[in-house]
């Protein structure tokens, strides 16, 4: 069975600061998907970025970026030049590409520090 | 463009009853998959649907039933209500259970059991 884990229950940084976010994941499957979430007290999960496992190149989004280390099983998310706007939880998921089934891990709860 | 719909926001139950939440997914979406969220969690996969049939089923025991209907929305009922069932409960919608597009998530639905 796949797995997901975030070590990191909580996380600050300073406003315009850069963090990372950690993840790593199980699984014996070569086709899937990985992907951050965003949930802010408002509940929404908010998409912030993706991979697919068979892009050897990490994904950018604006101030998003991840660091994919397939045969590690990482997927690191770094936030550049934080704002305020940042502070949410973070959810680190992967998607099966055989049975399509999400499984998201614990979660990590970053601060931004004004 | 509205997005995925959830009502309600809030409801609260009692031990042993029977509940129903409802979901109404993203414009052009025809699948919808359901996640429990406990305090201080990741979601859960509870199950998803599509072609108004379910399609794939987490751990959740047969107290968790839903239903699809012809336009897509769908139905979560939980029947007795364990203080365990405490959660917020999360409908995401999209193209197809293939698609390689990620999932559209509501705002939730936050349940307490007394």
């Known amino acids: 069975a796949q797995t997901v884990t975030q070590s990191q229950p909580e996380m600050s940084v300073q406003e315009a600061e850069t963090v990372t976010l950690s993840c790593t994941y199980d699984?014996?499957?070569?086709?899937?998907?990985l992907f951050w979430y965003k949930q802010p007290p408002s509940r929404q999960m908010i998409l912030v970025i993706r991979?697919?496992?068979?892009?050897?190149q990490n994904a950018t989004e604006n101030r998003f970026s991840v660091n994919f280390q397939k045969a590690a099983k990482s997927f690191s998310l770094k936030i550049s030049d934080s704002q305020l706007g940042d502070a949410a939880m973070y959810f680190c998921?992967?998607?099966?590409?055989?049975?399509?089934?999400?499984?998201f891990g614990t979660g990590t709860r970053l601060k931004v520090l004004a | 463009d509205a997005g995925v719909t959830q009502s309600p926001t809030h409801l609260i139950k009692t031990r042993g009853q029977q509940v129903t939440l409802r979901c109404s997914p993203k414009?052009?979406?025809?699948?919808v998959s359901w996640y429990q969220q406990a305090l201080g969690q990741g979601p859960q996969f509870i199950f998803q649907?599509?072609?108004?049939?379910?399609?794939q089923r987490g751990n959740f025991p047969d107290r968790f039933s839903g239903h699809q209907f012809p336009n897509y929305s769908s139905e979560l009922n939980v029947n007795a209500l364990l203080l365990g069932d405490s959660a917020l409960y999360l409908c995401?919608?999209?193209?197809?259970?293939?698609?390689?597009?990620?999932?559209?998530f509501g705002d939730g639905t936050r349940l307490s059991i007394l």
């Open positions: 995401a919608s999209s193209f197809s259970p293939h698609s390689n597009q990620p999932q559209h």
């Open positions: 699984t014996s499957e070569s086709d899937y998907y």
């Open positions: 991979q697919e496992a068979y892009k050897q």
């Open positions: 998921a992967y998607r099966s590409g055989r049975t399509y089934k999400y499984i």
């Open positions: 414009s052009g979406h025809d699948t």
């Open positions: 649907y599509y072609e108004e049939e379910e399609r």
